[in-house]
């Protein structure tokens, strides 16, 4: 049976496009990675450390955070789910438009809990929080509340500012916590320390966007809250991690000057181009919003999102709908931020698209 998944399918992993539906690091994994990982293909002949001890010490290392309340999962959507069973939520909020809005409806009715979306307010060329209204939610709701928010968000780009997250959080502490997704942190702001959360919040971490290695999958929760740190490893699966992502990516994270330095330049590149891309899409006819991530929503009153992914797709561009993210329509698409002369060849395409769907 074929798992349906979030927005009923699947995207990526096409062959023979440019694929901007994916939000990988357009540099590709960080230089010397396959010698990395050629050196611990002996460790595929033993278990991992089922604590972890080795990779958290790097992790935390690298990130400037504690072990002890530092836990790596397989990918940052296991942390988000490990989260919200470990709070035995009754009730999830989601910052919307946001990733993973199906599965945590489908989690929800598993755990019969509730599920809230709150629909953040378009303004021009950006998306904002009404906190007002999303406080209000969440002394309505029953508690444990879990408030899910992707920060830079995806799909908009768009970034909650520090003393909004701090309401918020001040807020959720009295019925259960804020779960931030900082998935594309290090792309965004070209930096990886993970700043120290507050009293209810926890922060979940993803390697695999910045690293582009989505076959390695490693994320980390970290949180200051200890018996919820004990509560996330009773539910998470022995040996969660592999042998093979533990040895490479530890590797990784021992040379710290080149990971940051890989970081740092990425960041530079995105940032660049995602100002080149805005600039002239804006030109075309395209509402581009602000982003602070590797990717671009795009609206387009002039033509449907599945209309204008069949059209780039027949010369050989795949780009993501949006329209089935809550408080999106038809008239979305998000691009992802590639290479200068692959972004070149998504221009031609956007433009010429503008002129024969329009």
Known sequence: MRRVGFHGGYHGGREGVLDFSVNLNPLGPPPGFPEKAAGCLEALERYPDPEYKELREELAGFYDADPDFLVPVNGASEGLFATVIAVKARSIVTISPTYG?????????????????????ENRDKFRVDVDSLLDTIRSLEPPVVVYMSNPNNPTGSRVPQNTITEIAEEVAEKGVLLIDEAYEEISSGEHQVRDPPTGVVIARSLTKYLSLPGIRL???????????????????????GSLTDCAVRLLLMDRKALSSFIRETSRMVTAERNRLTTILRKAGYRVYKSRANYLLLRHDWTTSVQLVEYALKRGIYLRRADNFWGLNARYTRVSIRRPEENDALIRVLEDARLDLG
């Open 101 to 121: 809005e199906e599965d945590f409806r489908l989690l929800a009715s598993v755990l019969s809990a509730r599920v809230s979306p709150h629909i953040m307010v």
């Open 219 to 241: 994320g980390f929760l970290y949180t200051r809250d200890a018996e919820l740190v004990e509560k996330t490893w009773r539910v998470l699966p022995p040996w969660n991690i």
